[in-house]
C-alpha cells in the first residue's frame, strides 16, 4: 500500500528565510501533487509535477520531483507572512486515486 | 465555473442521526471523490465515482456510510446513524478525464459536528 509522508510537519520560520519541505513516497509514481491549504478552508492545487526531473516555480514556490528517489521538494525562497498555511503533497495509486502525506504546518514570523 | 459545490457547510447533528452531505462537480469531470478530513488521521479518501460508477469504496469505514451518485452533475454522502467519531470536514473533488494531468479540484468542505 502506498505511504506518502512528509517532513516537518510541523516548521514555523521567520520572514526572508529559504526552506525545504520534503515528501517522500514508499511506491512507484510517476505524479505528484502538491496543494495548499489555509485554516478552515479547501485545498488549493500548487503545483502538478507528471515525470521525473519536473520542476515547476509560482512566485516563491519551487516544487520538484525525483521518481527514482521516490521524492519530491518544495523549496521556499524568502518566505514571506502569506505563505503561512498547510502544504500537502499526494501521490496517485494506480489509476486515479490520490494519497496525501500527513501535511506541514508552516508558520512565517515577522 | 462555479467549482465544486459542496452543501451544508457545516452541520451539527446529535448522535443517531441521519446527516446526508451534497456535492455538485465542476461541469464536464467524470471522477467525483470523497475525502474526510480529521486531525488524527489527515486527509482519507472514502470513496471515488467514474462516470457516476462506484469505483473505490474500500475507504468506507462502515456500513452506515453510503454514497450515491446518480447523475453526473450530484452526489451524496450519507450517514445513517451518525456518531462523535464521525466528526469531520467531508470534502468533495473532481477531475476531468483520464487524459488530463489527473489534478483534483477540491469544494469548500462540510464540516460535520455529531453530538
Known amino acids: 500500500e502506498l505511504k506518502v509522508e512528509q517532513n516537518p510537519l510541523f516548521l514555523s520560520m521567520q520572514e526572508g528565510k529559504n526552506y525545504t519541505i520534503y515528501c517522500n513516497y514508499s511506491?512507484?509514481?510517476?505524479?505528484l501533487y502538491w496543494y495548499r491549504q489555509d485554516p478552515g478552508k479547501s485545498l488549493e492545487s500548487l503545483f502538478v509535477l507528471l515525470s521525473n526531473g519536473a520542476v515547476k516555480q509560482e512566485g516563491r514556490l519551487m516544487a520538484s520531483l525525483d521518481t527514482k528517489a521516490r521524492l519530491s521538494t518544495l523549496h521556499i525562497t524568502a518566505a514571506v507572512h502569506d505563505l503561512s498555511a498547510t502544504y500537502f503533497c499526494a501521490v496517485i495509486q494506480g489509476a486515479q486515486k490520490l494519497v496525501f502525506g500527513q501535511g506541514t504546518r508552516l508558520t512565517i514570523n515577522p | 465555473d462555479a467549482g465544486v459545490i459542496q452543501s451544508p457547510r457545516h452541520e451539527v447533528t446529535e448522535m443517531g442521526q441521519e446527516v446526508t452531505l451534497r456535492c455538485k462537480p465542476i461541469?464536464?469531470?467524470?471522477?467525483l471523490f470523497w475525502y474526510r478530513q480529521t486531525m488524527m488521521r489527515g486527509l482519507e479518501l472514502l470513496i471515488y465515482?467514474?462516470?457516476?460508477?462506484?469505483?473505490?469504496d474500500s475507504g468506507m469505514p462502515e456500513d452506515r456510510f453510503s454514497a450515491k451518485m446518480p447523475n453526473a452533475s450530484f452526489s451524496t454522502l450519507k450517514i445513517q446513524p451518525s456518531e462523535p467519531r464521525d466528526s469531520a470536514v467531508y470534502f468533495c473533488?473532481?477531475?476531468?478525464?483520464?487524459?488530463?494531468?489527473?489534478?483534483?479540484?477540491f469544494g469548500e468542505g462540510s464540516r460535520l459536528t455529531v453530538l
Open positions: 465515482f467514474n462516470n457516476n460508477v462506484p469505483i473505490d
Open positions: 461541469s464536464g469531470h467524470n471522477s
Open positions: 473533488a473532481s477531475k476531468a478525464g483520464r487524459r488530463n494531468t489527473g489534478e483534483l479540484f
Open positions: 511506491t512507484t509514481s510517476d505524479r
